[in-house]
Each structure stands twice: as C-alpha cells, then as structure tokens.
C-alpha cells in the first residue's frame, strides 16, 4: 500500500500479477497515446522535472472528489458544455457564473513559456486542454494522460 500522494494506489501483490498488470498498463498507455496524443513518459518526466512546471487537472469537480489529484495540481475543469450554458444539468438552477477554460487558464497560468503537464482520467480532454493550451500560445504544454499515468510516473520520481 502506498502513502501520502498514492494511498489509494496498491502494486499486485504477486509478482507475476506485477509483471502481468504492468505489460497491461504499458498496452493501455500505448493505446492513448495514439488515440488521444498522450505525450510518451520519458516527455512527462521531462517536463516534470523543470523548474516551473504546472500540473494541470482538467477533470470536472465531482472527479476530483471522487479521486484527488496524484500531485500538486491546478485544477481548471474542461467543460463538454458550451461557455454560454447555465443552469444546472436540467436546466433549472440559475446561471452558473464560471469562465471558459479559456479565461480561467489564462487568470491561473500567467506563465507561457512554463511547462505544462496537462490530465484528466483518460487523456481525451487533457488532449483538448492541450490544444487550446497551444492556441493561446504556451509553447510547453503536454498532454500527460489520465492520473493513473502520473500516479505510475511519480511513483518512480520525486517531482511533486
């Protein structure tokens, strides 16, 4: 069992079960990597150890909840929802008054030039935080996948 950052995260206790749920692991990351342009782990690794590098978790609120963050992170959800919905999920609470992802990372990383290690569960929307990230013009951003990916990564490394 692990502690602090990854107490809910448990190696296999066989280690034929370690070797089979790594060789598992490695195929799934292969697969988002090419499905969703997750940066390969030594990029990830890279990033996170300069100097100035942002973790950012794009996941909605009820996802951090449910799972914390595996590093020190900002979170900036990415909404599926158009910057002018309001309202709640059926329309009946007032305006939500919340920024596009847009403005709210503009406010939150000042720095373009920073590296940017963006993630969510999977790395579908880290791979759309990631473009728009590059659209407004940082020139470091990264899609890191989902948290498992980093949990995998930091367990190795001191970067958080």
């Not at 914390?68 to 002018?84: D, I, N, Y």
Request: hydrophobic letters at 40%; one cysteine or more; a negative charge.
């Amino acid at each position: 069992q692990g502690h602090g950052l990854f107490e809910s995260w448990r190696l296999p206790r066989h280690d034929d079960d370690f070797i089979g749920a790594e060789s598992s692991r490695t195929e799934d990351y292969q697969l988002r990597m090419a499905r969703f342009g997750v940066a390969p782990r030594f990029a990830v690794e890279k990033a996170a150890a300069t100097p100035g590098c942002v973790f950012l978790d794009v996941r909605a609120p009820h996802e951090l909840a449910a799972e914390p963050a595996p590093c020190a992170a900002v979170h900036c959800p990415l909404s599926s929802r158009p910057a002018s919905f309001s309202g709640g999920e059926d329309g009946s609470q007032p305006p939500l008054p919340s920024l596009p992802f847009e403005a709210q990372v503009a406010e939150l990383l000042p720095d373009k030039m920073a590296p940017v290690v963006c993630f969510c569960d999977t790395g579908e929307r880290a791979k759309a935080a990631r473009a728009a990230l590059l659209a407004l013009g940082y020139t470091q951003a990264l899609n890191g996948g989902g948290c498992q990916d980093l949990y995998h990564i930091i367990a190795h490394h001191t970067y958080a």
